[in-house]
């Protein structure tokens, strides 16, 4: 468990703040708004990319997300 715990799901990214609304869509993890188009985009909010990352450690790939449960 993380100290700062995510925002209701209705609160969008802080990344769709400095981005065009077109490049806004929803986050693959919780649906929450996120910048996930064009370059800078992630599919994954703010929120969910810092799990993903104490998740699997610093070397995290985009493309790797249904790894096998360890
Ligand atoms: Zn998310």
């Known amino acids: 468990m993380t100290s700062a715990f ?25 649906q929450r708004s996120t910048h996930k188009y064009s370059s800078g985009g992630l599919p994954l ?5 810092t799990t993903a990352r104490e998740n699997w450690g610093a070397g995290v790939r985009f ?3 249904r790894t096998q449960a360890s």
């Open 6 to 30: 995510p925002p209701p799901i209705s609160e969008p990214d802080p990344s769709t703040f400095t981005c065009s609304s077109s490049m806004v869509g929803p986050c693959s993890g919780c």
């Open 45 to 49: 909010c703010h929120w969910c990319m």
């Open 63 to 65: 493309t790797s997300t």
